[in-house]
């Protein structure tokens, strides 16, 4: 493919360049061949109005009478002369070879006929004008004359042009090739990095200079390698933390299975115990399976048909679903939640956003604590706010805390079920839905996410 783009750029060079040449060297010579056939005809036109006034003062052609008038003229710059009389007879004739007398007749009849030809390194031009006196035609005169000077100037400008021509063409093609295999030479340059990077090494950089196309695109293919490298490190990651995941509540259901069928005889309560604790596994397991189903989902870019979604509602159920909790916790829920706070998107999805801010609010809550969530909207923005007055998020984690399997306090987070995919699903969902999350501080302690989402015009909403 390489040699095809050369062969068609230096295809394409040598087409512009043949077009120029051509021009250069046709119409220079044309437009000067064109300027000297004017001038002879003027130049000539004009000897021979001179000539047949001069022949017109004599009664009637006769070859002395002729001979006598070109004397007085003192003409000698034509290469010949050549009258006839009325009837067409020859009267006058300085040539050695017949004349041509078909321009001649012409002329008898009252028409001046001109010719100029370019040809055998010379111009050769002819006029025939009539000769009449007052009363009727009396013949007809032809001036013919032979120009090589300007014929040898045109020629020599035309042989320095076509030298010209060759030097030029023979540049061109010389810089056409260099320039393609300047150009290629980048391009293959950029093939064996987007080579080396597709079999796998996404840590390769092309090397990138100059400021032109190929260095943006240079640029550009950097870029994607580095969030093809990005993307590669936090698969790995993904793929490494989720199997961490699964494979502990498994390793202990195993474990506690292993227990109970190797033991002879175990008592009823720890039976119970035992199951209990195999439930508990078997339900984080089931909880971590959801939340990377759900994570999946968001990834693969799944559209919902949008629908306008009361988050009021969507909030209030989410209260009621936890309150046992909170209740477990000793947690107190309040809300401060407006009216008409509706958006376009997914319920469920909404769903997922305040039950993972709300749940996560009540687990790294302190006894007695508080869970505040408001809704609230103005012209183009609708607000939930989750507040706590909980553990809080040290500073240097903030960053990292919608991380997949990111946990602020690993310990304190699997002892409370937490699998540290909560935010990573409320942070994809909300900016699925056009909409942005952030955190800080909760004065004095704990912490404050709030997530904003534009409100919908009535059109959308369907009223």
Same mark, same amino acid.
């Given at each position: 493919? &390489?040699?095809?783009?050369?062969?068609?750029?230096?295809?394409?060079?040598?087409?512009?360049?043949? #077009?120029?040449?051509?021009?250069?060297? *046709?119409?220079?010579?044309?437009?000067?061949?064109?300027?000297?056939?004017?001038?002879?005809?003027?130049?000539?036109? $004009?000897?021979?109005?001179?000539?047949?006034?001069?022949?017109?003062?004599?009664?009637?052609? &006769?070859?002395?009478?002729?001979?006598?008038?070109?004397?007085?003229?003192?003409?000698?710059?034509?290469?010949?002369?050549?009258?006839?009389?009325?009837?067409? %007879?020859?009267?006058?004739?300085?040539?050695?070879?017949?004349?041509?007398?078909? +321009?001649?007749?012409?002329?008898?009849? $009252?028409?001046?006929?001109?010719? @100029?030809?370019?040809?055998?390194?010379?111009?050769?031009?002819?006029?025939?004008?009539?000769? $009449?006196?007052?009363?009727?035609?009396?013949?007809?005169?032809?001036?013919?004359?032979?120009?090589?000077?300007?014929?040898?100037?045109?020629?020599?400008?035309?042989?320095?042009? #076509?030298?010209?021509?060759?030097?030029?063409?023979?540049?061109?093609?010389?810089?056409?090739?260099?320039?393609?295999?300047?150009?290629?030479?980048?391009?293959?340059?950029?093939?064996? @990095?987007?080579?080396?990077? /597709?079999?796998?090494?996404?840590?390769?950089?092309?090397?990138?200079?100059?400021?032109?196309?190929?260095?943006?695109?240079?640029?550009?293919?950097? /870029?994607?390698?580095?969030?093809?490298?990005?993307?590669?490190?936090?698969?790995?990651?993904?793929?490494?933390?989720?199997?961490?995941?699964?494979?502990?509540?498994?390793?202990?259901?195993?474990?506690?299975?292993?227990?109970?069928?190797?033991?002879?005889?175990?008592?009823?309560?720890?039976?119970?115990?035992?199951?209990?604790?195999?439930?508990?596994?078997?339900?984080?397991?089931?909880?971590?399976?959801?939340?990377?189903? +759900?994570?999946?989902?968001?990834? +693969?870019?799944?559209?919902?048909?949008?629908?306008?979604?009361?988050?009021?509602? #969507?909030?209030?159920?989410?209260?009621?679903?936890? *309150?046992?909790?909170?209740? +477990?916790?000793?947690?107190?829920?309040?809300?401060?939640?407006?009216?008409?706070?509706?958006?376009?998107? @997914?319920?469920?999805?909404?769903?997922?956003?305040?039950? %993972?801010?709300?749940?996560?609010?009540?687990?790294?809550?302190?006894?007695?604590?508080?869970?505040?969530?408001?809704?609230?909207?103005?012209?183009?923005?609708?607000?939930?706010?989750?507040?706590?007055?909980?553990?809080?998020?040290? !500073? !240097?984690?903030?960053?990292?805390?919608?991380?997949?399997?990111?946990?602020?306090?690993? /310990?304190?987070?699997?002892?409370?079920?937490?699998?540290?995919?909560?935010?990573?699903?409320?942070?994809? /969902?909300?900016?699925?839905?056009?909409?942005?999350?952030?955190?800080? %501080?909760?004065?004095?302690?704990?912490?404050?996410?709030? #997530?904003?989402?534009?409100?919908?015009?009535?059109?959308?909403?369907?009223?």
């Amino acid at each position: 493919m &390489t040699h095809s783009i050369r062969f068609k750029f230096i295809l394409f060079i040598l087409a512009i360049l043949l #077009v120029l040449l051509l021009l250069l060297n *046709t119409y220079p010579i044309t437009s000067s061949r064109d300027a000297v056939f004017q001038e002879k005809r003027s130049s000539l036109s $004009g000897q021979a109005a001179v000539v047949s006034s001069a022949l017109g003062s004599l009664e009637r052609l &006769t070859p002395d009478g002729v001979s006598d008038v070109f004397r007085f003229l003192e003409i000698s710059s034509f290469d010949r002369i050549v009258v006839i009389g009325e009837t067409g %007879n020859v009267v006058f004739d300085d040539g050695h070879d017949a004349p041509e007398l078909d +321009d001649l007749r012409t002329a008898l009849e $009252g028409r001046s006929v001109f010719r @100029s030809v370019f040809a055998n390194a010379s111009f050769s031009s002819s006029v025939s004008v009539p000769i $009449g006196t007052q009363n009727a035609l009396i013949g007809a005169v032809a001036l013919y004359e032979s120009d090589t000077e300007r014929a040898g100037i045109i020629l020599s400008i035309q042989q320095r042009i #076509v030298i010209l021509s060759l030097v030029i063409g023979i540049f061109a093609i010389l810089l056409a090739l260099l320039f393609s295999w300047l150009i290629l030479r980048r391009l293959y340059a950029l093939t064996r @990095s987007m080579n080396i990077v /597709a079999g796998g090494d996404y840590t390769h950089r092309h090397v990138v200079s100059g400021n032109d196309e190929l260095s943006e695109l240079g640029r550009e293919f950097n /870029a994607l390698t580095e969030q093809l490298e990005l993307n590669e490190s936090q698969r790995r990651r993904f793929v490494s933390d989720a199997s961490h995941e699964l494979k502990t509540p498994l390793a202990s259901i195993r474990l506690l299975s292993d227990s109970i069928l190797q033991a002879e005889q175990m008592d009823a309560d720890t039976m119970r115990e035992f199951v209990a604790d195999i439930r508990t596994e078997a339900g984080r397991l089931q909880r971590t399976t959801e939340k990377l189903l +759900d994570l999946s989902r968001l990834d +693969d870019g799944v559209k919902v048909v949008p629908e306008p979604v009361d988050l009021k509602q #969507v909030t209030l159920d989410a209260l009621s679903a936890l *309150t046992p909790l909170a209740r +477990d916790r000793n947690v107190r829920l309040d809300s401060a939640l407006d009216d008409g706070c509706v958006i376009m998107g @997914s319920a469920d999805d909404m769903a997922h956003v305040i039950f %993972n801010l709300a749940e996560n609010a009540i687990k790294y809550n302190v006894p007695d604590g508080t869970v505040m969530i408001r809704l609230s909207q103005d012209a183009d923005t609708v607000t939930l706010t989750v507040e706590d007055t909980g553990i809080g998020i040290p !500073e !240097e984690d903030r960053l990292n805390i919608f991380t997949r399997f990111y946990r602020v306090d690993k /310990a304190r987070s699997r002892a409370s079920g937490g699998s540290g995919l909560g935010l990573s699903i409320v942070h994809d /969902a909300v900016i699925a839905h056009g909409g942005s999350i952030r955190v800080g %501080n909760n004065k004095p302690q704990g912490s404050v996410f709030i #997530v904003s989402f534009p409100r919908p015009t009535l059109e959308e909403i369907g009223i």
